[in-house]
């Protein structure tokens, strides 16, 4: 499948659009995925599935829409340039549409943030039990 990213700043979020087409099963399919970042957290709605005939179909509708978003000062994105989730995979089998739920996970940023989490978890478990000492001790003094 090839994929197309746009974005377009929207106030203090960033839509966007993902545009996911090739053959599967025979079939000509296009996938148009709308989404936000806002921050670090990515959210995508459900696909918009249109099945096609022949390649020559679906080619001139990827062309029209990219158009049309190009020409409403959307930005074409590479898939590299901002992190997206793919949970979701459908497909159509037998004029059904199946799902898949898979996660990437890249086992470096994973082992990177556990040390993350290890690392703050400690610090606060210092902190308190130092915060928890001063109490008692504060409470020796007063008896």
Do not use: A, H
């Amino acid at each position: 499948m090839n994929t197309l990213y746009f974005t377009s700043p929207y106030r203090r979020s960033l839509r966007t659009i993902r545009l996911e087409y090739g053959e599967v099963k025979n079939k000509f399919v296009l996938r148009t995925f709308e989404g936000n970042i806002i921050g670090r957290r990515v959210s995508e709605g459900s696909p918009k599935e249109e099945v096609f005939d022949d390649e020559k179909e679906l080619l001139k509708k990827v062309y029209e829409t990219k158009k049309g978003l190009l020409d409403g000062r959307w930005i074409v994105k590479n898939k590299q340039s901002f992190s997206q989730p793919s949970f979701l995979k459908t497909e159509i089998i037998d004029g059904k549409i199946s799902f898949e739920f898979s996660v990437d996970i890249d086992p470096v940023k994973l082992d990177e943030q556990k040390t993350k989490i290890k690392k703050d978890f400690v610090e606060k478990i210092d902190k308190e039990i130092e915060t928890n000492i001063r109490n008692g001790d504060r409470k020796k003094e007063k008896l």
